[in-house]
């Protein structure tokens, strides 16, 4: 059974950090797999956030780039994303996912991943 599970979400004060994890289970080749961060505020559609790719290469969302660092430890099979700088809309549900392959050719669309965590809370005040 293939899980994805989130961890690391919490509240913290604007210009603070978290650190989310995500650890898979039951995917083999994992380090095949294109990895990705989504996170969804109330009301508002799933955003791309980060992802990175089998070769290491990343991508990043506007909103969070300079502040948020997507990596992977392919060894642990367990996805990374170090998230500085917090601000109050960064506020959202963040979820990992894997993508049907390893490139990440469009890593803002949802369709492409097919398996998804159940999401960590990051709420981030003023």
């Known amino acids: 059974q293939v899980q994805l599970v989130e961890s690391g979400g919490g509240s913290v004060q604007a210009g603070g950090s978290l650190r989310l994890s995500c650890a898979a289970s039951g995917v083999t080749y994992y380090s095949f797999y294109c990895m990705a961060w989504f996170r969804q505020a109330p009301g508002e559609e799933r955003e791309g956030v980060a992802s990175i790719a089998r070769n290491g290469a990343t991508t990043y969302g506007d909103s969070v780039k300079g502040r948020f660092t997507i990596s992977r430890d392919n060894a642990k099979n367990t996805l990374y994303l170090q998230m500085n700088n917090l601000k109050p809309e960064d506020t959202a549900m963040y979820y990992c996912?894997?993508?049907?392959?390893?490139?990440?050719?469009?890593?803002?669309?949802?369709?492409?991943?097919?398996?998804w965590g159940q999401g960590t809370q990051v709420t981030v005040s003023s």
């Open positions: 996912a894997r993508e049907r392959g390893g490139w990440c050719s469009d890593p803002r669309a949802v369709s492409r991943f097919d398996y």
